[in-house]
């Protein structure tokens, strides 16, 4: 299949961030915002899940959000997930199906991390699934302009420039 055959089979739309996405499953159950971390306004689902498609040609800008992030890997092309700790450690994991290689079928982004994904293959993509508790809500997404992110950490100013929008 070829990444646009994917978009549409499963009604796929842009994703603010990069790439496409759609909403799969969103728990009945809340959990209330008194019970919740501090960095939480509001109430939220237990879990959210999407699926989650990168081309060669649209990556996913480096954001944050406040819930650890379960990458999974269904199909396509390896998808290189790029990652900076809130102390400015940089790190990269490979999430893909050749385990002889080291890529890892499924991956957990911590909560709080800037990340940022691409396609490195040419004429590529990565069909996979992101999986969040508690459930995602817009109000824990953080996509920084360029600028800001580079001043926090200076020393990842090319990885930053290379994976931001604006």
């Known amino acids: 299949m070829t990444a646009q055959q994917i978009i549409k089979q499963f009604d796929l739309t842009a994703h603010p961030e990069g790439g496409y996405f759609k909403e799969t499953y969103r728990s009945n159950g809340i959990i209330q915002n008194e019970h919740l971390p501090p960095e939480f306004v509001g109430n939220r689902n237990y879990s959210t899940s999407i699926y989650f498609l990168l081309t060669s040609e649209k990556f996913s800008a480096f954001h944050k959000i406040n819930q650890d992030e379960i990458w999974h890997f269904y199909k396509g092309r390896t998808l290189k997930l790029h990652m900076i700790s809130p102390e400015g450690d940089y790190s990269f994991v490979l999430i893909g199906n050749d385990i002889k290689q080291n890529e890892q079928p499924q991956f957990v982004v911590p909560a709080g991390y800037w990340f940022a994904a691409e396609v490195e293959a040419e004429n590529a993509y990565a069909f996979t699934g992101c999986t969040v508790a508690p459930g995602f809500d817009f109000n824990d997404f953080v996509l920084?302009?360029?600028?800001?992110?580079?001043?926090?950490f200076p020393q990842h100013e090319a990885i930053i420039t290379k994976l931001t929008h604006h």
């Open 144 to 152: 920084p302009k360029r600028e800001t992110l580079i001043t926090l």
